[in-house]
């Protein structure tokens, strides 16, 4: 599914993969087919930066009173959404 795919893991995502290496999905995928431990440091480093990221939309959703829109959004999307997308919704 990934290993033809040259675009970048996340584009929306700050991390440091997605951010600064820009690494590819393609490239990921490599990594983790030839069992290279560099492939679970990256995801590692991208899936915690997700879920701050989800956790700090969470806590200002609270905090605005807007978190049963945010999770109804979240919910309906049959993928990740995208941070802007969403910040454009709430
Ligand atoms: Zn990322």
Known sequence: ???DDRTVLDPTCACYVCA???T???ALHALFKEKNHEAGRLAIIHNVSFFNTLMSKIRDAIRQGTFSKLSAI???RAEKPSWKKMEKIL
């Open 74 to 76: 979240y919910v309906s």
């Open 1 to 3: 599914m990934y290993r």
């Open 24 to 26: 590819e999905k393609s």
């Open 20 to 22: 600064e290496l820009k």
